[in-house]
């Protein structure tokens, strides 16, 4: 099959007098394997493997930041941790990630990551 997976999207922005138009589409993508993993995981401030439960390759990911407060990094370890997503407080966010061994790691306290990994 093809196309498993139908991603929708909207961006707009309005600030004082910068405005931009809405960009709105969906992106429909492949997924070899019918396999997900979901969770919510307590993330200290040292970097840490998300669990991924049997995934083998890490697809798709859907993050949302449970904390009131503070902020998270997603990235991985390539001889020390390397952030490439920050999700602040309560912002969530989807991408297809590069590495099937995602790290993450909070800002100055514990917080909650819920979140969705879809096998590739």
């Known amino acids: 099959m093809a196309n ?5 999207y909207n961006l707009s922005l309005t600030n004082g007098s910068l405005k931009r138009s809405a960009v709105s589409g969906n992106v429909q993508m492949d997924q070899a394997t019918a396999r997900a993993y ?38 991985f370890d390539d001889t020390g941790f390397k952030s490439v997503i920050k999700l602040k407080a309560g912002e969530r966010f989807v991408v297809r990630l590069s590495t099937s061994a995602p790290q993450a790691k909070a800002d100055t306290a514990s917080v909650e990551l819920a979140y969705t990994m879809y096998e590739d």
């Open 4 to 8: 498993e997976i139908l991603l929708n």
């Open 38 to 75: 979901g969770d919510v995981q307590a993330i200290g401030t040292s970097a840490e493997t998300l669990a991924k439960g049997s995934i083998g390759t890490v697809g798709v990911c859907e993050f949302q930041n449970l904390d009131a407060t503070n902020f998270v990094e997603i990235g």
